[in-house]
C-alpha cells in the first residue's frame, strides 16, 4: 500500500491518461511436511476454507487499493487476481500487458532472509523488459524513552 500511496503522489498525473493496473498475486498452496519428511493432507473442507480466505484477503487488498485510487478522475483503474509464484506472474503480467513502468514495494528484507525467501522485487528488476520502480517504507523511528 505503501507503494500505490507513493506512486499515486509522486508518479501518477491526475489529469492525464494514464492506467493503473493493481495486480494481486495469489501465491501457490503451502506444501506441510513433517520433520520426518511425511506431508500432511487437508480433506476438501479445509482445502475450500483456505482457498476462500485466500480470495477474502485478495479482495480486501484490492478494495483498499481501489478506494486509494478513488480521486483520480482520468486515470483508468483496473485490477487482477493472478495465481502463481509471484516473481513469475508479475513478468508475464509486465510483459504481455506491454506495462510502461512497474512499481513495487520492498519489504525490507535483510541479507539474510532475502538469500532463503528470495527477493521478487529483485527478481523482477532482473527479469522485465520496462523500467522497475521500488519503493521502500521509510524506516520507522523508534522514540527512546
Same mark, same amino acid.
Given at each position: 500500500?505503501?507503494?500505490?500511496?507513493?506512486?499515486?503522489?509522486?508518479?501518477?498525473?491526475?489529469?492525464? &491518461?494514464?492506467?493503473?493496473?493493481?495486480?494481486?498475486? &495469489?501465491?501457490?498452496?503451502?506444501?506441510?511436511?513433517?520433520?520426518?519428511?511425511?506431508?500432511?493432507?487437508? $480433506? $476438501?473442507?479445509?482445502?475450500?476454507? #483456505?482457498?476462500?480466505?485466500?480470495?477474502?484477503?485478495?479482495?480486501?487488498?484490492?478494495?483498499?487499493? &481501489?478506494? #486509494?485510487?478513488?480521486?483520480?478522475?482520468?486515470?483508468?483503474?483496473?485490477?487482477?487476481?493472478?495465481?502463481?509464484?509471484?516473481?513469475?506472474?508479475?513478468?508475464?503480467?509486465?510483459?504481455?500487458?506491454?506495462?510502461?513502468?512497474?512499481?513495487?514495494?520492498?519489504?525490507?528484507?535483510?541479507?539474510?532472509?532475502?538469500?532463503?525467501?528470495?527477493?521478487?522485487?529483485?527478481?523482477?528488476?532482473?527479469?522485465?523488459?520496462?523500467?522497475?520502480?521500488?519503493?521502500?517504507?521509510?524506516?520507522?523511528?523508534?522514540?527512546?524513552?
Amino acid at each position: 500500500m505503501h507503494a500505490l500511496s507513493w506512486c499515486l503522489s509522486n508518479v501518477i498525473s491526475e489529469n492525464s &491518461k494514464d492506467s493503473v493496473l493493481l495486480l494481486y498475486v &495469489k501465491p501457490p498452496p503451502a506444501v506441510y511436511t513433517t520433520l520426518d519428511g511425511t506431508g500432511y493432507l487437508f $480433506s $476438501s473442507d479445509i482445502m475450500a476454507a #483456505m482457498d476462500r480466505y485466500g480470495y477474502d484477503v485478495a479482495q480486501s487488498v484490492l478494495e483498499k487499493a &481501489k478506494r #486509494m485510487c478513488k480521486d483520480l478522475h482520468d486515470v483508468k483503474v483496473e485490477s487482477i487476481v493472478e495465481h502463481g509464484d509471484p516473481r513469475d506472474v508479475i513478468c508475464q503480467m509486465t510483459q504481455r500487458l506491454g506495462v510502461d513502468v512497474l512499481v513495487m514495494g520492498s519489504r525490507g528484507y535483510g541479507l539474510i532472509k532475502r538469500a532463503f525467501l528470495g527477493s521478487v522485487s529483485n527478481h523482477c528488476v532482473q527479469n522485465v523488459k520496462c523500467p522497475v520502480l521500488i519503493v521502500k517504507k521509510p524506516k520507522s523511528t523508534v522514540a527512546n524513552n
